[in-house]
C-alpha cells in the first residue's frame, strides 16, 4: 500500500495564516518549551539520583530544583501548548492519524502527566532544611522522574510516527477491527526513536546544566559561596557528560538512521550552515560554564542561559527542517492555500505583546523585593 | 472518513471526550470563580486588617494552585489530545477556524499562571497594593480565557451565520455565546463558593472565621445561581429547533434535564437555610453535600451541553460520525467506503478483487461471500456508525438497539436513519454498502426477547 493514500484532503478552510507563520509560532514555542521541559525530563532523575547518593552539596542542589519544578512544570505545560497548536495547524494531515494508531499511549500521556506532576509537588511539599524526608515522598519523586522519562519516550513515539508514514499501513493493519484502529501502535520499528528520545536526553543534560548555572548565578545568591562554587563545577560535569550523549546519539541519528536523501540535503549548500551549528553551538554555553568552574557569576551566568537558549532553537529549527524533509516524500505542507484571518490576527498579536508587558510588569513588581528564593518563598507549601 | 476512526469498545472514542470534559469543566469554573473570590476577598482582608482571615486565604490559594494549575491545566490540555484522537475532523475545522482564538486565549493562559504563582510565593513579600493587583491580573485574565473558549464552544452549538461567510468574529459572537458567557460567568461563581465551604468548613477550626467565609461567599453563590438561570434561559431560547427537539425526545436527556432541575433548586434551599440563614450549619458533611449535588449539576449540564448537538459536532457543519453535510450527496453516489481515505485503503487491500478501474465496483460488493460482506458492513459501522454507538453491549449498543427487528426493518433504517430519528446523520453511501450494514447489524442483532406476549 503507498502510504499516501492514507493522506486525507486538506481542509476546506485553509491555513488561517502563511505557512511561515504558523511554523515560526510552531518553532518558537517549541524552544521556549523545550527549556522547562529539558529541566523535568533529565533534571528530576539527576536530583533523585543527588538526594540519594550525592554530597550535602548535592542534597541542597536536589532540594533547590526540586523545590522550583512545580513552577518549572506549570511554565513548561503552557509553553507546550504553543507547538501543540500550530502543529494542529498545519501538520494536521499526519499528526491526527500518526496519533489515533497509537491512540492509548497518546492519551496515556495525559494520566501519567497528572500521577507525574502531583508527585512533584508531594516530593517538593516534603523538601526541607535539615529534615529528613518520608519514604512515601521520596518513592514520590522516583515515581515521578520515571513518568516523565516515559513520558519523553511517548512522545518521540507519536512525532516520530508523524513523519514515517511507511510504518503506518503495517501498523494499522496489524492493531484495527474492521478497519478502525484500536490506537494500541507504538512506532518501535521506526530506527530514528531510540536515538530521537535519548538524544533528547541528552540535550535535556546539557539543560539542566546550564539551568543549574543559571540558578546559582541569578536566583541563588543568597546561598554560600561554596555552593555556588560546587554548582559550577557540578554544572561543567554534567554538561559534559549530556555534550558527549548528545554527540554519540546525534550521530547514531544522523548518520545510522536518516534517509540519504535527507541527509545529503542537510549537508549540503545551504542546510549545511544550519546543521554545523546546530551541533557546534553546545560547545558555547560549554566553555561560558567552564569559565565558571570555581565560581559562577551572575552576569556569565546570564550568559550561559542565553546561549543554552540558542543552543535550543537552532536544535528546534534543525528538527523543524528534518521534519518537513522527511514528509516531503508523502506530504508539502507549504502547498496548502491560504485563507488569511488578518484581523484575528492582529488581535492575538497585539495581546501577545500586551501579554509580556504585563508579564514584564508583574516580574518587576517582584525583583525588588527578593530573587526566587526557594526555601523561603515555599515556606507555605512546606508547611503542608 | 477523512481519518481513521479510533474503536474504543464498550464505551465509543467521543464519551471519553465527554469524561475528560466534565472532569475538567468542574474546575477550570474554579479557576475562573476563585480567582475572583481570591481577588476580592484579599482586597477585604487587607482593608480590614484581617489577618486571620488573610491567612486562611494564603492557604486557600495554595489549595486553589494545587487544583486549577496542576489538574485543571492537565485536563485542559486532556481535551485537545482527546478530541484530537475521537474527533479528528472536527477538531480540523475547529482549528482551522479559530486558531486565532486559541491564540488569544493562550496569552491570558500564560497571565494566569504567572500571577498566579507570584500571587502565592510572594504572599507576605509584595506591597498590598501590588498583591491585590496581581490578583486581579489573574482574575480577568483567567474570566477572559473562559470568553474565549466559549466563544469557540458555543459555535459548536449554533454558528449563526458563520457558513455563509466564514468569517471569524461571526463565529466567534455567535447566537449561543452571550447566554452561555453568562451562564459559565455564574457557574464559576456558584461553583466557587461551593469549593470554599468544603475548604473552609475542613481548614478552618474558628467558628467566627467560618462564620465570616460562609456569609462572604453566600452573595457570589446567589448572583452566581442567577446568572447561570438566565444564561441557561437564554442558552434555550437560542438553541437550534433540532437541540429543542432533542431536549424533548431523548429519554436520558429527560432525565437529565430533570436531575438538573431537581438539583439546582436543592442548591438553592441549602444556599440559603445553610450559608445564608444559618451560617454556622456549614460544617464538613453540609460542605459536601452542597459540594456533591453542585458537582452533579455541573456534570449534567455539561453531558446535556454536549448531547444536544446530535446528529453534529459542529451544528450544520460537521456530523458526529466525522462527515462534512456537503460531501453526503457525493459519497451516497460514489459510495462510502471509495471515499473514504481509510476505508477506500482498507477494501483495496483487503479485497482487491472488487476494485476495477481503479474504483470499487459497488456490484462486485455483493457478490462477495457472506462472511466477507458481513465483515465490509462492519468496516462501515466502524466508521459511519461507532462514533455514538457501542456493538452488542456498551455505550448506545446498535446490536440491542434493532433487537428483534425484522431485516426489512433494519434495511430501512440503515438507509434512512435521519427520518426514523431527526438526531442521527443521514446515510452517506451507496444502496449496496446500505446493503453490507444491514447485513453486518442483523449478524449482531439478538432475537427478540423470549416470554413476551
Known sequence: M???????????????????????????????????????FAGILIAMIAARWGSPEAHRWSARLMRQMPVIIALGVNFGIVPLLFTQVAYYRVFYPATILMAWPWFSIIILLTFAYYGVYIYASGVKEGAALTPFKRAAGWVSAILFIAIGFLFSNGFSLM?????????????????????????????????????????????????????????ARRQSAEYRAWAGNFALQLYTVGLIWFALMGAWYTFGTWPTEVRARLFASPWIILTALTALAPGVPWLLILFQRRQVTQTLAILTGLAQFGVLALNAISRQVVQNLELSKFLDVTAEPVNLQLSPLVVFLILFIAGLGVVAWMIMSIKPKTTMNSPKSHSGASRR | MHYPSWYVPLLTSPMLIAVIAILHVLVSHYAVGGGLFLAVETR????????????????????????????????????????????????????????????????????????AFIFFYYWGKLEPKTHQAIAWIYAFSAWMSLVLITGITAFMLNPGAWSENRNFWVGFFNPQFVPQVIARTGGALLLTSLYVYLHASLRVKGQALRDLIASRSTLPALIGAAAVTIGGIGWYVFLPESAKAALTVASSLNIFMTLIFALTIAVFVMLYLGPYRNPHWVSPGFALLLFGTGLMVFSAGEFVREAVRKPYIIYNVVYSNQILPEEVATLRQKGYLEGGTWTSAWVRTRYPNVVQSQQINEAQ?????????????????????????????????????????????????????????????????TPEEAELLAKYLISIAPPRPGGMK
Open chain 1, 2 to 40: 503507498n502510504p499516501t493514500e492514507l493522506i486525507g484532503p486538506p481542509s476546506p478552510l485553509g491555513y488561517p495564516a502563511p505557512y511561515w507563520f504558523l511554523v515560526t509560532f510552531k518553532v518558537l514555542g517549541f524552544t521556549l518549551h523545550m527549556g522547562p521541559m529539558h529541566v523535568w
Open chain 1, 163 to 219: 513523519t514515517n508514514l511507511s510504518a503506518w499501513p503495517t501498523l494499522w493493519q496489524s492493531t484495527s477491527v474492521a478497519g478502525a484502529p484500536l490506537g494500541t501502535a507504538l512506532n518501535t520499528s521506526d530506527p530514528t526513536l531510540l536515538p530521537r528520545w535519548l538524544m533528547m536526553f541528552g540535550l535535556a543534560l546539557t539543560t539542566v546544566a546550564a539551568y543549574t548555572v543559571f540558578d546559582a548565578g541569578v536566583l
Open chain 2, 44 to 115: 477585604y482582608a487587607y482593608r480590614t486588617n484581617n489577618r486571620e482571615y488573610l491567612a486562611y486565604l494564603h492557604d486557600h490559594a495554595w489549595f486553589f494552585i494545587l487544583i486549577t494549575v496542576v489538574y485543571g491545566a492537565i485536563t485542559g490540555v486532556g481535551i485537545w489530545w482527546t478530541i484530537g484522537l475521537a474527533s479528528p475532523l472536527a477538531t480540523e475545522m475547529l482549528i482551522h477556524t479559530f486558531v486565532f482564538g486559541w491564540a488569544m486565549e493562550y496569552v491570558f493562559f500564560v497571565l494566569e499562571i504567572v500571577s
Open chain 2, 365 to 429: 460488493l455483493l457478490a462477495l461471500p457472506e462472511p466477507d460482506q458481513r465483515e465490509l458492513g462492519k468496516v462501515l459501522f466502524q466508521y459511519h456508525c461507532s462514533s455514538c454507538h457501542a456493538t452488542r453491549e456498551g455505550y448506545s449498543p446498535v446490536g440491542q438497539l434493532v433487537r428483534g427487528w425484522t431485516p426489512e426493518m433494519i434495511k430501512a433504517l440503515v438507509e434512512n436513519p435521519e427520518k426514523f430519528h431527526f438526531f442521527m446523520p443521514p446515510w452517506a453511501g
